[in-house]
Each structure stands twice: as structure tokens, then as C-alpha cells.
């Protein structure tokens, strides 16, 4: 149901609404791409008699896609009241194809918040909370609580690239990723990050890993004494690290990679600037030594 449209009208009164919806099929991709036909020059504008034409939506956009990065500063009316029940079998976002999936949606108060949200794919599990908020132009926030099951390395990395830029080692790791992600945000008019605000846990927890070694720390395996250069297996891989003051801290944690034993821990800025202790435990050389970078 929708209440208040009237008074909102005349008399600037709120607007509420209480909507539960389930689908078989969602195109989120159609749906956008359908809102931005004819908003730009570079858009194909459709003949006012050709809009209810079939073809018009399967032959310009059953193929659409979106382009997250083009999407402009969404700001939160002030007098709506709503709550949202989603669920849907099928989800098309972008590439990959994911479902089921079910949400729950509240808008108020210039605050949209997400609860609840279940994601299946055929890649891993997601779980999602998160609110967006945008009280003013200097007043703009973002928060999450994102856990993600079962998921291989790259596309943790595909799903959430700034993890690439915080721990870009990640991309040398192959196997089962579940990580853990709460975080909140100020944003800027361009939706983006300012990251000063930027607070946050990180959680990475790695099963059945393997190195890549035609990457970094490959190369730097290919130096050290391993049995099987080509197949290196990882024991375990659990990190924790803090986001504050526009660095990243990696608590220390051991990591174990045929016959040697590390422990790694470290400090990560965003203006590209580390430092990392590297401590070997265990190591056929009978050697305990440690490295500072």
C-alpha cells in the first residue's frame, strides 16, 4: 500500500509505503538501462509510437549491461516512509547470475538501509547489511557488514577491487576465500570513498590455497628452498587487519607453505606506503631469521 501521496503534494506531508514483492526473474541490468535511454546525447531516443512496441525491449536491451561506475549521486527524499520485502529466484546484475535472493529494504529519514540480505551465486555466498545516508551535500555516509562464504580469491577481488588495493598479494592466492567486511564511510558528491573517514574490520580465511608462482611471491618462492616450486600448498591462511587513519594494519598471523612456517605482520598506507615484518619460524635450514621490507 502507499499512503500520503495527496498531503505530500500540498502540503509537504511523508509519503508511506509497505510493499512486499517476489519474482522468478529480475534484470537489474534492463531495468537501468532502461532508465537511462535518452538521458544523454550518446543515447538512442525512442519514437513516442514505438514504445510499446515488444522489440524495442528485447532487441536493445536483453543484452544490457551496467556500468557501475557511471552511476550519479543518488540523494534520499526526506519525506518517505517505506519498507521492502524482495525475493527473487534469479538475479541478473552485471555478469554474473545469482540467486536466490532475498532483502529487506527501509527508507526514512534520508537513510536507506539494507537488512537481512541473502545472496546465493554459483561462485559463493553473500550476506549484506548496509545503510546509505544522505543527510546533506557535506553529510553524505555509507557503512557495511559483508560476509562472503565459499568464494574463490579472484573473485573476492573481482567482487570487491578495493580489497586488490589493500592486500594485492591476494591475487596470488588460489582456493576458498571467506572473508568478513565492516566498514563505514563518508562519501563525496561523486560517490566516492573519502577515505580520512574510512573505519573498518577486515577478516580473511583461507581453505584448500595454493600459490600462484608466476606472480610475486611466487618469484620469491622460486628463491627459497620449497620441494614443489610449481604446486605450492598453504596450510592455513587467517588474517585480521584494522582500517584507521588512511592505513591498514595486518595483525600478525602465520602462514604455512610446505616445509617453512612465516608469520607476517604489517602496516599498509593508502598513499602506497608499507612496512611488513617478515619472521621465518620453521625452516629445513634450521635458521630462524627475519626480514623487515
Do not use: C, W
Not at 529494504?105 to 538501509?113: E, G, L, P, S, Y
Not at 563505514?184 to 600459490?211: C, F, H, K, Y
Not at 582500517?243 to 598506507?269: M, W, Y
Not at 593508502?270 to 617478515?278: A, I
Request: glycine share 6%; no cysteine; net charge negative.
Amino acid at each position: 500500500y502507499v499512503r500520503g501521496v495527496k498531503r505530500s503534494l500540498m502540503r509537504k506531508g511523508r509519503i508511506e509505503s509497505r510493499l512486499s514483492a517476489e519474482s522468478r526473474r529480475l534484470n537489474v541490468n534492463e531495468i537501468v538501462a532502461a532508465l537511462e535511454v535518452g538521458q544523454s546525447e550518446t543515447s538512442d531516443a525512442v519514437a513516442p509510437e514505438d514504445e510499446y512496441d515488444e522489440s524495442f525491449v528485447t532487441d536493445s536491451l536483453a543484452d544490457a549491461s551496467l556500468e557501475i561506475e557511471r552511476i550519479p549521486l543518488i540523494v534520499v527524499p526526506g519525506n518517505l516512509d517505506i519498507e521492502l520485502k524482495l525475493k527473487s529466484d534469479t538475479i541478473n546484475f552485471m555478469e554474473p547470475r545469482i540467486g536466490p535472493f532475498s532483502t529487506g529494504i527501509k527508507v526514512k529519514d534520508r537513510i536507506v538501509q539494507l537488512t537481512s540480505t541473502d545472496i546465493d551465486t554459483d561462485f559463493g555466498s553473500i550476506y549484506l547489511d548496509a545503510f546509505y545516508s544522505t543527510k546533506s551535500k557535506s553529510d553524505i555516509s555509507t557503512g557495511v557488514n559483508l560476509k562472503l562464504s565459499e568464494m574463490e580469491a579472484e573473485k573476492v577481488v573481482n567482487l570487491i577491487p578495493s580489497v586488490d588495493s589493500l592486500m594485492p598479494m591476494l591475487r596470488t592466492f588460489h582456493g576458498k576465500l571467506a572473508v568478513d567486511v565492516s566498514a563505514t564511510s563518508q562519501l563525496d558528491t561523486g560517490m566516492n570513498l573519502v577515505v580520512p573517514t574510512l573505519d573498518g574490520l577486515l577478516r580473511i580465511r583461507g581453505e584448500n590455497m595454493s600459490v600462484d608462482n608466476s606472480l610475486d611471491l611466487g618469484k620469491i618462492a622460486n628463491l627459497i628452498l620449497f620441494r614443489k616450486k610449481d604446486d605450492l600448498k598453504i596450510d592455513n591462511l587467517s588474517v585480521d587487519a584494522l582500517i584507521h587513519d588512511n592505513k591498514i594494519e595486518v595483525f600478525p598471523f602465520e602462514l604455512g607453505i610446505d616445509r617453512f612456517k612465516f608469520a607476517l605482520r604489517g602496516t599498509q598506507g593508502f598513499d602506497n606506503s608499507m612496512y611488513y615484518h617478515l619472521a621465518v619460524l620453521r625452516s629445513p635450514l634450521l635458521l630462524r631469521i627475519g626480514v623487515n621490507v
